[in-house]
């Protein structure tokens, strides 16, 4: 689950640096925001509201509104990309941001990319455990959220090699352990936009991703 990559080395030309978001989580930059875990009402898969401590895991498919909570499955994988084991990770999509094109400035763009609308997901994740989390490069965490475009397709969101204002993006923290919270931003630039954000953390969500939000 690789990301595109972007250099951003002139921030102070970037546009929109009163905001709070930024794409990926193998970048670069390294500005980790720990947060304590979310006291938002755990959802299960039909959006029924159950105890904040539940351990229900959301059902491949399960739709969720902005700013809810869901417990989701992980697969946790080695360096070597052996399965350690499944794992559970609470995550919440706080909200999704339109920007514009002129946010980049400074920042070269390709033509696929200069014909995109800019969206930007501030998400939190906690480790729910049963383990910490092995968090290399292709296997963090963070990676398994996409954008779904107006298709219906999920779109993977920007690494930027350097900071990004806009939405700036936290590393996951190393070692990843039971209930740790982080809070990032991811950056997306799909053609039309994105209209809601997926987990894809395991086989079964691949093919059917838990969601959130729809236009």
């Given at each position: 689950?690789?990301?595109?990559?972007?250099?951003?080395?002139?921030?102070?030309?970037?546009?929109?640096?009163?905001?709070?978001?930024?794409?990926?989580?193998?970048?670069?930059?390294?500005m980790?925001?720990?947060?304590?875990?979310?006291?938002?009402?755990?959802?299960?898969a039909?959006?029924?509201?159950?105890?904040?401590?539940?351990?229900?895991?959301?059902?491949?498919?399960?739709?969720?509104?902005?700013?809810?909570?869901?417990?989701?499955?992980?697969?946790?994988?080695?360096?070597?990309?052996?399965?350690?084991?499944?794992?559970?990770?609470?995550?919440?999509?706080?909200?999704?941001?339109?920007?514009?094109?002129?946010?980049?400035?400074?920042?070269?763009?390709?033509?696929?990319?200069?014909?995109?609308?800019?969206?930007?997901?501030?998400?939190?994740?906690?480790?729910?455990?049963?383990?910490?989390?092995?968090?290399?490069?292709?296997?963090?965490?963070?990676?398994?959220?996409?954008g779904?475009?107006?298709?219906?397709?999920?779109?993977?969101?920007?690494?930027?090699?350097?900071?990004?204002?806009?939405?700036?993006?936290?590393?996951?923290?190393?070692?990843?352990?039971?209930?740790?919270?982080?809070?990032?931003?991811?950056?997306?630039?799909?053609?039309?936009?994105?209209?809601k954000?997926?987990?894809?953390?395991?086989?079964?969500?691949?093919?059917?991703?838990?969601?959130?939000?729809?236009?």
């Amino acid at each position: 689950m690789k990301r595109g990559w972007l250099w951003a080395l002139a921030v102070a030309s970037v546009a929109g640096t009163s905001g709070g978001c930024g794409d990926s989580h193998h970048s670069s930059s390294s500005m980790a925001s720990k947060t304590a875990s979310t006291t938002t009402p755990v959802f299960t898969a039909t959006g029924t509201p159950v105890a904040a401590t539940t351990t229900a895991t959301a059902r491949p498919g399960a739709t969720f509104p902005i700013g809810e909570t869901a417990a989701v499955a992980y697969t946790d994988q080695s360096d070597s990309g052996v399965t350690i084991g499944t794992d559970r990770v609470r995550v919440t999509v706080l909200s999704i941001r339109k920007g514009t094109l002129a946010d980049f400035n400074g920042i070269q763009l390709d033509a696929s990319q200069q014909a995109s609308t800019p969206d930007y997901v501030e998400v939190k994740l906690t480790n729910l455990g049963p383990a910490a989390l092995n968090t290399n490069d292709s296997n963090d965490p963070a990676v398994a959220i996409d954008g779904v475009d107006n298709t219906g397709q999920t779109q993977q969101s920007i690494t930027f090699l350097g900071t990004f204002p806009r939405c700036p993006d936290a590393n996951t923290p190393t070692p990843f352990s039971p209930s740790k919270s982080f809070q990032t931003c991811l950056t997306f630039l799909v053609p039309g936009g994105i209209s809601k954000v997926a987990w894809l953390g395991t086989d079964d969500y691949d093919t059917s991703p838990v969601t959130w939000g729809g236009k």
